[in-house]
């Protein structure tokens, strides 16, 4: 079977959740799914109720529990560098359908590794693996990489009205 | 605790899957869901995996089997505003956390009921309940009523190339 590489992106609200869809829906068709999380390290409800109910989609973060602010510190590249090997292996191995790389573009971003090591790493995937990469500023390199991009765009935000993030609704 | 009116729209993928993700991300945060679909109904993998393992998500359908082409019949009117009325009682009664029109913007599209008719109905609505709205072409009424839009914008597509829709990933 062909597989193929997904990017959301965008500065809209959507592209982990997209995700987390996608792998409730192949969880439904009795696919296995890894679900990987860079620069995230904290429990939202979502992974709560992977976690409690949805055996067949494994979790697991490479991130620290606060967000980066200006600059990255050597934990947050050694975190996602960790994470990067593990994809690695995983990809090679080839035993899950779905394999996630949420916030894999901000990880890029902040240059915890390049988008030239995950190409390569997607690349030489078994490609009976289907493949989805997740976060805002989606470089160019991945983008030509991809097969599906969708641009998750901010029309209206009520964040802009001061409405704080909410348990259940943004995490 | 004041609520929301969410909408997702454009061409590109991942406005249904989204709505499954931020279902999901409710559920487990312990939040009651109804998941409502227009036009649809058929049984996707997602559906399977809700009501296999995920018993606060309710899932109900108000379309008939296949896609409109060209003009609605009769049926696809009477189950749209079938819906229509559940919903108003489901969002009046304030018992579920989210409600997810899922496809509403086509049913509208398609004229099964009018935007005003929805907006109505969103603006009665017992304002405990957090509401999401998918599908192509959202109205710019719907627009201006909503707290938060995101539009999915096709970047790129396999379909594109040929590749047929694969259970699991597409539905």
Redesign the interface.
């Known amino acids: 079977m062909?597989s193929?590489i997904?990017v959301?992106t965008?500065n809209?609200?959507?592209?982990?959740?997209?995700?987390?869809?996608?792998a409730?829906?192949?969880?439904?068709?009795?696919?296995k799914v890894f679900f990987a999380q860079f620069v995230k390290g904290k429990t939202?409800?979502?992974?709560?109720?992977?976690n409690?109910?949805?055996p067949s989609i494994t979790i697991k973060q490479f991130g620290r529990g606060c967000f980066i602010v200006n600059k990255p510190k050597q934990e947050d590249i050694d975190e996602a560098r960790k994470g990067l090997s593990e994809i690695k292996r995983i990809l090679q191995w080839g035993s899950y359908?779905?394999v996630v790389l949420d916030e894999a573009n901000i990880a890029i971003y902040y240059k915890l590794f390049t988008v030239s090591e995950l190409i390569e790493i997607l690349k030489e995937r078994n490609h009976s693996t289907?493949v989805v990469v997740t976060g805002r500023y989606a470089p160019q390199e991945l983008?030509d990489a991809?097969?599906?991009?969708?641009?998750?765009?901010?029309?209206?935000?009520?964040y802009q009205?001061g409405?704080e993030a909410r348990?259940?609704?943004e995490?």
């Open positions: 062909n193929f997904h959301y965008g809209g609200k959507g592209k982990t959740t997209a995700a987390f869809g996608l409730l829906r192949a969880a439904g068709a009795g696919k939202y409800a979502e992974i709560e109720a992977v409690k109910w949805l359908d779905l289907e983008i991809a097969d599906l991009v969708t641009e998750m765009k901010e029309i209206k935000h009520y009205k409405v348990k259940g609704i995490f």
